[in-house]
């Protein structure tokens, strides 16, 4: 009973997430972004997709980490990625971890342990999501600028915004992606600018 | 090649799905509402969380079925209920059928049989699944009242709103909130009233 | 009494419109876009200004066709065009009639033979409401598009979009507004490009 | 062509309507409003619902006056009511019909007529949209408590949002939609507060 | 005590300042735009900024006219520049001083001084006040045609939305604004068009 | 040269300030809330107000500190209280005064000197800047709930929202604020509930 209310009170927590909008898209005049749900379910939609396409990878396990690895901003906010250079080194992780302990305090031990293995990308798994959580981004960059935003243009420029070559299935549609990319501003020289304020 | 690009589009497309706000909530005066996408994750925590304690449960399919529930919408957008009683009998069905067919058809068939198996509910997986969608208006519902929406109270007396008892963990966590509905309505008569307008 | 209560039950209902945002511009990411109420009291003006200059033309007749033209979304919603191609033959126009029925069952029965006359399109007035309703949206479309919207340049391409040349006054507010886009495009490559995701 | 370049002009403009939110909402904090636009197609369906019932009434007259009677907004905003007190006398009227003149002036002079038809208030089509305007607001009041919004409560207790009983069709609404809200109120005191903040 | 409450009926009323947004933004489609509060906010930042390298200028005191000099929107709303030349002369001036006089009622005279002070425009705090306002105007601009704004671009052709060149520091500022718009459009051709519709 | 460059970069960068909405709301359903900029305009006037009301008081240096208190949130985002009891003791701090120190960077030390002074609360001034960002939080509450927010209440049952007696003008605002709370839950039991959700 008691642990029912408990388990309750994070399914009623967890709804939160749908504030929490992607701080990037909002400071770049977005109106009504992606949130970090939303931005999550994209994830698992591509570690789904993907992950079947890549020989012995455990996509169920996988498929938990994404559900996990951003839960605790539903407490912390989506910090923006310039406040990454002024925490203390390690302060930020260490944040995300007490959240996401007592976050995840209802639920087995097992879903902790699922956001450790996200922490540390020893395996495919661990590395998959976040090659995912990468790819996502650009697929939504592509889109917003579809649309007409204008302050994205230098996400295409910052090679760590796309996922490294270790999953052939990703790496393709991140080719294609690129390539979508290339043909819109071939035709479009005003996408091309890279600064933009 | 042309693969990835068919993959590309399924996954471009896939964002859109965030610009469907759930159409319940919209036409009941809730601000900047759920989207599909944002319900759909939810749904998928939900099957995760209490599919674990669903034994001999398949949680990766359930899964895959959450996944995949709700992707019609992209293009049908998210129908309100009123409008299920004006169709042809079996017409928004043959509809999202239709719609799946062309969404999923980059993906392996497999993704084209767990939308079926969904659509007949002949498997635990898939009515967890039916469950969970239930489960988590209800539980969006919560919030949205606690947040000051009065739109919402029929919803409550309506008994369809809610998974029936095949799964006890589903069960254990609705009587849960039923018992959180029943303490914040004690204290607060407005909140018994049904009929909003 | 009670003809007034349901009568009243109608006009709370039609308030509903304003929550029911055009399909196709939600998906095309334009932020806040016009509701159906919206679109339907510019199809009204449009119809009042044109059908003035329109010989013979009954222009009360014609503004209550356009009156009611667009009620059944209000329990519909605004289905996006790409539904279209999924449901079976006929389901849609009879889900929208069964609709119109009751919503517009408090009214006289000439409210409904309005309706019928805007589907059968057998009158120089119905064919009036449905040319200032394809007009409506282009003289839309250049305004979103002036404020930097980039997902509507598909929509200049397709004829089946602008009213054909049954109505002199209409095809020269056409014309007005095609050699007006020529204008911007011309200023402006980027606005040429077809495709924008 | 020059002339309908002006009427395109025109047609242009009114399409930013749509951006001009009633400020009696926005300053009482519901969210997304009510357009001006959207204001106006329900004074219009007020008209042409409830003219029908009125023996010897002008129907398109009165709807001709319905959908000028706000257009001035266009460029002047809908200035908030706590404003008139503050302007010397006669001093918005005046920029009204100033305003009036030149959106109206691609339009035959019987446009033109029509809004200071409605300014005088002489005759019973020109009082029906005023008394239809005032029946919309309430309407929309009803609404909006209904969704949960507070600091409406003191429209109810000021006789002069409510039309007068000149229009029996008119005043067989309001006693319906007055009956309603007793009835709301009746089963929650909250709603019997009359001041907000 | 009496007074107390008449300073809070103050202080709750200045809150309603965050709901007026900037009608120039709303009427060229800015979605969430700056509103007054906003907008004030950055004016006093810029006085405090530039005030403080203008030799002898009572930096305190020009925030105190910046604090005010809005003031009266949260009365009469922000009237859209199209509204001026349509009022009688003088009449907005008498308008906002009336309302200013109430809203500033349970503050000391020197209040209303300040605002008194703003409107003549005979002290260099007064004027910096008002070259600020015109430079907030100009960033705010830079900013929202950075993420993708089309309707802003006519007001880079109008010398009037800029200062003059009273004040160095400001003048400085606004040359590197004048360049850093430059650059962007020599690399940008769509955005030298200067008729949005 | 090079400086007003610099200068005009931290002039575009406070204008995002805008796109930072307090979190606490956010998080509570409000929707729109305030952005950290309106909070701090609001600070900032009641510092002006009730700063002339204590005597001795350094008015001018009071404003910097508030005009600078939360500037580091346009790089750390609006971190919700929940996030301080994860972070390592100091890490916040320090991120935000590192943060500081890069922003501040294109201004005269002193600009430096008044954050650092907020941060020690030795000085009369400091610490009234302090007392008004609580006293506005606790006014903003009583707005949000007179317009139907219900995720508030808790706010009035936690005495550290609320300054401590130093300053007796905000004492004063403080009093009267409680007392017009009082007397709206007299009416209205609803809104004594403590939890929302």
Redesign the interface.
Known sequence: ?KA??T??DL??E???????PR?GY???????P??V??H???V???V??LG?RIPGLD??RA??IA?VHDLAEV??????R??A????QG??E???S??MAEILAP??ADAQALYEEYLERKTPESRLVKACDKLQLM??V??????????LREFWKKEANFPDGEFEPVA??V???RQ?HRE?TA???????GK??
């Not at 250079?85 to 203390?88: L, T």
């Not at 035709?187 to 600018?193: C, F, G, L, R």
């Open positions: 009973m029912n209310e388990l309750l399914l009623l967890a709804q939160f997430l749908d504030q929490v701080s909002v400071l770049r005049g977005i109106a009504n992606e949130s749900t939303e999550s379910w994209h698992l939609f591509l789904w997709v079947a996509v169920q498929m938990g559900l407490r912390l906010g989506d910090l923006p310039t406040s250079r002024y925490f203390p302060a930020k260490q944040a995300e007490a959240a639920l087995p697929i939504k592509m889109v917003y600028e579809g649309w007409g935003a204008g302050g393709e549609v080719a294609a992606l979508r819109r035709s479009s020289p005003a996408d091309q600018i933009s304020v």
